[in-house]
Protein backbone atom coordinates (compact mmCIF):
# COMPACT_ATOMS: atom_id res chain seq x y z
CA UNK A 1 0.00 0.00 0.00
CA UNK A 2 1.37 3.15 -1.53
CA UNK A 3 2.19 5.72 1.47
CA UNK A 4 1.75 9.51 2.23
CA UNK A 5 4.89 10.19 0.99
CA UNK A 6 5.14 8.23 -2.18
CA UNK A 7 1.70 9.55 -2.98
CA UNK A 8 3.12 13.44 -2.58
CA UNK A 9 6.15 12.30 -4.67
CA UNK A 10 4.35 10.57 -7.54
CA UNK A 11 2.49 14.10 -7.49
CA UNK A 12 4.69 16.82 -7.92
CA UNK A 13 6.92 14.18 -10.32
CA UNK A 14 3.14 14.17 -12.86
CA UNK A 15 3.33 17.35 -15.31
CA UNK A 16 0.06 19.28 -15.18
CA UNK A 17 -1.68 18.33 -18.18
CA UNK A 18 -2.93 21.04 -20.60
CA UNK A 19 -5.91 21.16 -23.19
CA UNK A 20 -4.34 20.44 -26.77
CA UNK A 21 -6.37 23.37 -28.02
CA UNK A 22 -5.02 25.49 -25.35
CA UNK A 23 -1.14 24.54 -25.76
CA UNK A 24 -1.58 24.95 -29.80
CA UNK A 25 -2.97 28.69 -28.86
CA UNK A 26 -0.03 29.21 -26.30
CA UNK A 27 2.16 28.04 -28.84
CA UNK A 28 1.26 29.81 -32.10
CA UNK A 29 1.88 32.78 -30.24
CA UNK A 30 5.61 32.27 -30.17
CA UNK A 31 5.49 30.61 -33.61
CA UNK A 32 7.31 33.11 -36.16
CA UNK A 33 5.03 32.88 -39.13
CA UNK A 34 8.39 31.92 -41.78
CA UNK A 35 6.22 33.06 -45.06
CA UNK A 36 5.83 36.62 -43.43
CA UNK A 37 8.67 36.47 -42.37
CA UNK A 38 10.62 35.70 -44.81
CA UNK A 39 8.92 37.55 -47.24
CA UNK A 40 9.03 40.93 -45.30
CA UNK A 41 12.56 41.27 -44.59
CA UNK A 42 13.73 41.45 -48.30
CA UNK A 43 10.54 44.06 -48.95
CA UNK A 44 12.18 45.86 -45.58
CA UNK A 45 15.60 45.56 -47.48
CA UNK A 46 14.38 47.37 -50.49
CA UNK A 47 12.38 49.99 -49.20
CA UNK A 48 15.68 50.98 -46.97
CA UNK A 49 17.79 50.52 -50.22
CA UNK A 50 15.14 52.80 -51.88
CA UNK A 51 15.17 55.24 -49.11
CA UNK A 52 18.85 55.89 -48.88
CA UNK A 53 19.44 55.95 -52.98
CA UNK A 54 16.51 58.64 -53.16
CA UNK A 55 17.84 60.72 -49.70
CA UNK A 56 21.22 60.33 -51.38
CA UNK A 57 22.61 58.78 -48.57
CA UNK A 58 26.28 58.17 -48.88
CA UNK A 59 29.02 56.89 -46.48
CA UNK A 60 31.80 57.67 -49.03
CA UNK A 61 30.70 61.36 -48.51
CA UNK A 62 30.15 61.01 -45.34
CA UNK A 63 34.01 60.11 -45.08
CA UNK A 64 35.16 62.65 -47.35
CA UNK A 65 33.72 65.14 -44.95
CA UNK A 66 35.21 63.53 -41.94
CA UNK A 67 38.09 65.62 -41.97
CA UNK A 68 36.26 69.20 -42.82
CA UNK A 69 33.95 68.33 -39.71
CA UNK A 70 37.61 67.63 -37.48
CA UNK A 71 38.59 70.83 -38.82
CA UNK A 72 35.66 73.18 -37.68
CA UNK A 73 35.05 71.53 -34.21
CA UNK A 74 39.29 72.35 -33.91
CA UNK A 75 38.20 76.08 -34.60
CA UNK A 76 35.84 76.00 -31.78
CA UNK A 77 38.94 75.54 -28.88
CA UNK A 78 39.49 77.12 -26.83
CA UNK A 79 36.23 78.46 -26.02
CA UNK A 80 36.11 82.10 -25.23
CA UNK A 81 34.26 83.35 -22.20
CA UNK A 82 34.52 87.32 -22.77
CA UNK A 83 30.77 87.31 -23.52
CA UNK A 84 29.60 84.93 -20.47
CA UNK A 85 26.95 87.62 -19.05
CA UNK A 86 25.15 88.20 -22.41
CA UNK A 87 25.21 84.25 -22.96
CA UNK A 88 23.48 83.85 -19.55
CA UNK A 89 21.01 86.44 -20.18
CA UNK A 90 20.13 84.99 -22.50
CA UNK A 91 20.41 81.15 -21.26
CA UNK A 92 17.92 82.76 -18.95
CA UNK A 93 15.61 84.21 -21.45
CA UNK A 94 15.33 80.81 -23.42
CA UNK A 95 14.41 79.02 -19.89
CA UNK A 96 11.74 81.57 -19.05
CA UNK A 97 9.91 81.01 -22.61
CA UNK A 98 10.51 77.53 -21.86
CA UNK A 99 8.38 77.25 -18.86
CA UNK A 100 5.56 79.68 -19.53
CA UNK A 101 5.52 77.65 -23.24
CA UNK A 102 5.55 74.41 -21.23
CA UNK A 103 2.56 75.65 -18.73
CA UNK A 104 0.07 77.18 -21.61
CA UNK A 105 0.94 73.84 -23.98
CA UNK A 106 0.38 71.39 -21.39
CA UNK A 107 -2.83 73.03 -20.21
CA UNK A 108 -4.08 73.66 -24.15
CA UNK A 109 -3.00 69.48 -24.72
CA UNK A 110 -4.87 68.49 -21.51
CA UNK A 111 -8.09 70.40 -22.49
CA UNK A 112 -7.18 69.08 -26.05
CA UNK A 113 -6.74 65.27 -25.10
CA UNK A 114 -10.04 64.99 -23.27
CA UNK A 115 -11.60 65.39 -26.26
CA UNK A 116 -9.28 63.32 -28.31
CA UNK A 117 -9.57 60.18 -26.10
CA UNK A 118 -11.60 57.96 -27.18
CA UNK A 119 -12.71 56.34 -23.59
CA UNK A 120 -14.07 60.00 -22.72
CA UNK A 121 -14.98 61.46 -25.82
CA UNK A 122 -18.17 61.04 -28.12
CA UNK A 123 -17.32 60.69 -31.68
CA UNK A 124 -18.69 63.93 -32.69
CA UNK A 125 -15.66 65.42 -30.67
CA UNK A 126 -13.32 63.22 -31.24
CA UNK A 127 -12.34 63.03 -34.66
CA UNK A 128 -12.38 66.71 -35.07
CA UNK A 129 -9.88 67.01 -32.28
CA UNK A 130 -7.94 64.37 -33.60
CA UNK A 131 -8.05 66.07 -36.88
CA UNK A 132 -6.87 69.38 -35.21
CA UNK A 133 -3.79 67.93 -33.53
CA UNK A 134 -2.79 65.89 -36.99
CA UNK A 135 -2.89 69.69 -39.04
CA UNK A 136 -0.80 70.95 -35.93
CA UNK A 137 1.59 67.70 -35.87
CA UNK A 138 2.31 68.15 -39.50
CA UNK A 139 3.69 71.83 -39.27
CA UNK A 140 7.05 72.52 -37.53
CA UNK A 141 7.40 74.85 -34.84
CA UNK A 142 9.40 77.16 -37.16
CA UNK A 143 6.13 77.65 -39.42
CA UNK A 144 4.92 78.97 -36.45
CA UNK A 145 7.43 80.96 -34.86
CA UNK A 146 7.68 82.34 -38.12
CA UNK A 147 4.12 83.21 -38.11
CA UNK A 148 4.00 84.94 -35.39
CA UNK A 149 6.81 86.51 -35.65
CA UNK A 150 4.88 88.63 -38.46
CA UNK A 151 2.26 89.07 -36.25
CA UNK A 152 3.33 90.11 -33.01
CA UNK A 153 7.27 90.95 -34.02
CA UNK A 154 10.41 89.63 -32.84
CA UNK A 155 11.47 88.79 -29.59
CA UNK A 156 10.27 85.62 -27.11
CA UNK A 157 6.63 86.09 -26.77
CA UNK A 158 6.49 85.05 -30.75
CA UNK A 159 8.46 81.66 -29.37
CA UNK A 160 6.32 81.02 -26.26
CA UNK A 161 3.01 81.31 -28.80
CA UNK A 162 5.28 79.00 -31.41
CA UNK A 163 5.95 76.07 -28.51
CA UNK A 164 2.78 76.36 -27.02
CA UNK A 165 0.67 75.96 -30.16
CA UNK A 166 3.20 73.12 -31.10
CA UNK A 167 3.13 71.28 -28.67
CA UNK A 168 -1.01 70.33 -28.79
CA UNK A 169 -0.16 68.54 -31.97
CA UNK A 170 2.83 66.09 -30.55
CA UNK A 171 1.51 66.19 -26.34
CA UNK A 172 -1.94 66.59 -27.21
CA UNK A 173 -2.10 63.29 -28.86
CA UNK A 174 0.50 61.34 -25.96
CA UNK A 175 -2.13 63.12 -23.40
CA UNK A 176 -4.76 61.28 -24.99
CA UNK A 177 -3.26 58.04 -25.55
CA UNK A 178 -2.64 57.71 -21.93
CA UNK A 179 -6.09 58.90 -20.75
CA UNK A 180 -7.33 55.88 -23.50
CA UNK A 181 -4.39 53.25 -22.06
CA UNK A 182 -5.95 53.70 -18.33
CA UNK A 183 -7.74 50.30 -16.69
CA UNK A 184 -11.68 50.48 -17.73
CA UNK A 185 -12.44 48.75 -14.29
CA UNK A 186 -12.99 52.03 -12.18
CA UNK A 187 -14.39 53.72 -15.08
CA UNK A 188 -16.87 50.93 -15.78
CA UNK A 189 -17.76 50.96 -11.91
CA UNK A 190 -18.32 54.57 -11.75
CA UNK A 191 -20.27 53.98 -14.77
CA UNK A 192 -22.50 51.50 -12.99
CA UNK A 193 -23.22 53.42 -10.03
CA UNK A 194 -24.32 56.17 -12.03
CA UNK A 195 -21.21 58.92 -11.71
CA UNK A 196 -21.15 61.97 -14.05
CA UNK A 197 -18.89 62.38 -17.27
CA UNK A 198 -16.60 64.96 -15.18
CA UNK A 199 -16.46 62.49 -11.85
CA UNK A 200 -15.67 59.79 -14.23
CA UNK A 201 -12.71 61.71 -15.47
CA UNK A 202 -11.84 63.25 -12.41
CA UNK A 203 -11.63 59.89 -10.16
CA UNK A 204 -11.66 57.15 -12.37
CA UNK A 205 -9.25 58.12 -15.43
CA UNK A 206 -6.63 61.02 -14.20
CA UNK A 207 -5.60 59.24 -10.93
CA UNK A 208 -4.30 56.39 -13.39
CA UNK A 209 -2.84 59.00 -16.25
CA UNK A 210 -1.33 61.15 -13.75
CA UNK A 211 2.41 60.04 -13.94
CA UNK A 212 2.54 59.36 -17.48
CA UNK A 213 0.84 63.11 -17.73
CA UNK A 214 3.66 64.46 -15.62
CA UNK A 215 6.40 62.65 -17.30
CA UNK A 216 5.60 63.40 -20.83
CA UNK A 217 5.17 67.56 -19.46
CA UNK A 218 8.56 67.20 -17.56
CA UNK A 219 9.54 65.87 -21.32
CA UNK A 220 8.06 68.68 -23.45
CA UNK A 221 9.66 71.03 -21.11
CA UNK A 222 12.83 69.45 -22.18
CA UNK A 223 11.61 70.00 -25.89
CA UNK A 224 10.93 73.27 -25.56
CA UNK A 225 14.18 74.48 -23.98
CA UNK A 226 16.17 72.66 -26.94
CA UNK A 227 13.22 73.88 -29.33
CA UNK A 228 13.44 77.76 -27.90
CA UNK A 229 17.16 77.70 -29.03
CA UNK A 230 16.11 76.82 -32.40
CA UNK A 231 13.08 79.53 -32.64
CA UNK A 232 15.79 82.17 -31.53
CA UNK A 233 16.91 81.42 -35.17
CA UNK A 234 14.20 83.75 -36.71
CA UNK A 235 14.16 85.79 -34.34
CA UNK A 236 11.34 84.29 -31.79
CA UNK A 237 13.66 84.91 -28.53
CA UNK A 238 16.03 83.12 -26.32
CA UNK A 239 20.13 82.36 -27.50
CA UNK A 240 19.05 80.74 -30.84
CA UNK A 241 19.76 84.37 -32.14
CA UNK A 242 22.99 84.50 -30.50
CA UNK A 243 23.61 81.51 -31.94
CA UNK A 244 22.76 81.93 -35.11
CA UNK A 245 24.95 85.53 -35.06
CA UNK A 246 28.32 83.57 -34.07
CA UNK A 247 27.89 80.89 -36.89
CA UNK A 248 27.39 84.32 -39.30
CA UNK A 249 30.13 86.15 -37.91
CA UNK A 250 32.46 83.02 -37.85
CA UNK A 251 33.08 83.45 -34.27
CA UNK A 252 34.23 80.31 -32.99
CA UNK A 253 35.24 80.35 -29.28
CA UNK A 254 32.04 82.69 -28.87
CA UNK A 255 30.25 79.76 -30.43
CA UNK A 256 31.91 76.99 -28.30
CA UNK A 257 30.70 79.16 -25.49
CA UNK A 258 27.38 79.37 -26.48
CA UNK A 259 27.01 75.44 -27.35
CA UNK A 260 29.11 74.48 -23.32
CA UNK A 261 26.61 76.62 -21.76
CA UNK A 262 23.67 74.87 -23.74
CA UNK A 263 24.67 71.41 -23.15
CA UNK A 264 25.16 72.33 -19.03
CA UNK A 265 21.50 73.62 -19.16
CA UNK A 266 19.88 71.10 -20.65
CA UNK A 267 21.95 68.39 -18.93
CA UNK A 268 20.67 69.94 -15.52
CA UNK A 269 17.27 69.70 -16.72
CA UNK A 270 17.55 66.46 -18.02
CA UNK A 271 18.80 65.44 -13.89
CA UNK A 272 16.11 67.47 -12.92
CA UNK A 273 13.05 65.64 -14.51
CA UNK A 274 14.59 62.06 -13.66
CA UNK A 275 14.64 62.73 -10.08
CA UNK A 276 10.98 63.98 -10.01
CA UNK A 277 10.31 60.71 -12.72
CA UNK A 278 11.58 58.42 -10.13
CA UNK A 279 9.52 60.41 -7.31
CA UNK A 280 6.29 60.23 -8.65
CA UNK A 281 5.97 56.50 -10.48
Request: glycine share 10%; hydrophobic share 50%; proline share 5%.
Amino acid sequence: MPTVETTDRRRASEKPRLDPAERARLERAFNVPRARFLLGVPVAIAVLYWSAVGAEFDFAKLGEGAANMGEFLARMFPPSWDELDVIVEQLVETLQMAVVGTVLGAGLSLFMAFGAASNIAPRWVYYPCRWVMNVIRSLPDLVFALMFVSAVGLGPFAGILAMTIGSVGSIGKVFAEAMEAVDDGPVVAMQAVGASKRQVVQYGVLPQAGPLLVSYTLLLFEGNVRGATILGMVGAGGIGLELTTAMKMYDYGHLSAIVICIIVLVTVIDQLSAIIRRKIT
